[in-house]
């Protein structure tokens, strides 16, 4: 008895999306219709930071990085004072 998996082919070049796809699967996400994941899986979207950058680009909604740069101090008082300095900074830009 041979135990072989199916394997999916995946397409080896990457895939181009037009922006009227970009925007609709946005706004099928924004609408909490569906997850990332279940995005990804639903439209064959096979780069994991695709959506993400949609989002910001074609989104209503504002949409914060998650990654921070550094560790948190150890005082934290300092360090809510250095996130607070961040984020006046980035409001007079």
Partial sequence: MSTKKKISKIPSTPQIYNEAFKRQVVSEFERGLFTKAELRRRYTILGSSCIPRW????????????LTIGRPMKDPQQ??????????????E
């Fill in 79 to 92: 360090q809510c004072i250095k996130e607070l300095e961040a984020q006046l900074a980035k409001k007079e």
């Fill in 55 to 66: 989002k910001k680009k074609y989104g209503k909604f504002t949409y914060e990085d998650k």
